[in-house]
């Protein structure tokens, strides 16, 4: 018994007063519905959303609107209700079982942020996915967050069973003797090293399992690779797509509702070429809001599903709603 069908029936039953409500709840309810994941059904395919934990970007400045007076940016944080002091990201990952094909789209942090994210093998298997059922892992673009649960604390990879697919673009950047940050607003050299670093260990260790993708090109049946390049020179949203329904996963192109998806323009300092990215993000929003197409979101509020929608001249994130929690 799934746990809407339970609360359905027990609130009929128990209006005809056949019994005792608290001990249904008790016995059914807390010991076997609890979970901490997020599913629904997208043509054919059954996705699964669970969490990696969440990171605490602070100060909010330069981490987002770098070039935006203070007074304005703090203005529109208390206009809607938002911390000061912090942008609190989700870590949200993507689970598609297509067929006999268990796909995940990005990786989370693996033990790279401490005791707050991390959570992601914990969390699979709370869903009822074990680590040897992944045969696919698609990974948006290489930063630390998205790619660093390939491989544990002692390099070892934990998805042994997966093809992995990365932009060939993707690929090329990190992999060059010296990646280009010259369009970046990223100051913290220490932060760049590591970064390199983590896509570099990452990649290597994966390397027999490594499949290079090009920009529109269709995997597994249910996925295409668009190009959305400037949080990174190969970053892609991913188009999930199942007979006539879709989603769009956006992998980096937004970090937080209010100060990127509302103010596009501002931007985020993390990306590697600042001004491509607020083309990208602009353009893929644009479309979004246009088609009302469904959207994954990594790093916005769990569960990360929503559509995006113009607001006069602006454009607004619409959570999708969800009855029950998870």
Not at 169 to 184: G, Q, R
Request: glycine share 8%; proline share 4%.
């Amino acid at each position: 018994m799934n746990r809407r069908t339970a609360i359905r029936n027990t609130a009929l039953l128990a209006m005809l007063g056949f019994m005792d409500v608290k001990n249904i709840f008790a016995e059914e309810m807390w010991t076997k519905e609890i979970r901490g994941f997020h599913s629904f059904q997208l043509g054919e395919l059954e996705i699964t959303v669970v969490t990696d934990g969440h990171i605490a970007m602070k100060p909010v400045q330069p981490n987002f609107a770098p070039d935006i007076s203070p007074s304005i940016v703090n203005k529109v944080l208390e206009d809607n209700f938002a911390s000061a002091s912090e942008v609190d990201l989700g870590i949200n990952i993507m689970i598609i079982k297509s067929g006999m094909r268990t796909i995940m789209i990005d990786t989370g942090c693996g033990s790279n942020f401490g005791n707050d994210s991390g959570w992601l093998l914990e969390n699979l298997k709370g869903a009822g996915i074990g680590v040897a059922q992944i045969t696919d892992i698609v990974i948006s673009h290489a930063h630390p967050d998205h790619i660093s649960g390939l491989t544990d604390k002692n390099g070892h990879i934990v998805f042994a069973n997966a093809t992995v697919y990365l932009s060939r673009i993707e690929h090329d950047f990190w992999m060059s003797t010296a990646p280009d940050f010259s369009k970046s607003k990223i100051k913290d050299e220490g932060l760049k090293k590591m970064v390199v670093e983590v896509a570099r260990k990452n990649i290597l260790a994966l390397k027999p399992q490594l499949h290079l993708l090009e920009d529109g090109e269709e995997i597994l049946d249910c996925i295409k690779i668009e190009l959305a390049p400037g949080h990174t020179p190969g970053h892609f949203v991913s188009r999930v797509f199942s007979g006539q329904e879709q989603l769009f996963h956006l992998g980096d192109l937004v970090h937080s509702a209010i100060l990127v998806i509302e103010h596009p323009e501002w931007g985020f300092d993390g990306d590697t070429d600042f001004n491509l990215a607020v083309k990208s993000r602009i353009k893929v929003l644009t479309a979004l809001a246009q088609s009302r197409a469904k959207v994954f979101s990594y790093h916005l509020p769990w569960p990360g599903v929503g559509h995006v929608r113009k607001n006069g001249k602006r454009f607004q994130w619409i959570q999708e709603p969800s009855a029950l929690p998870d």
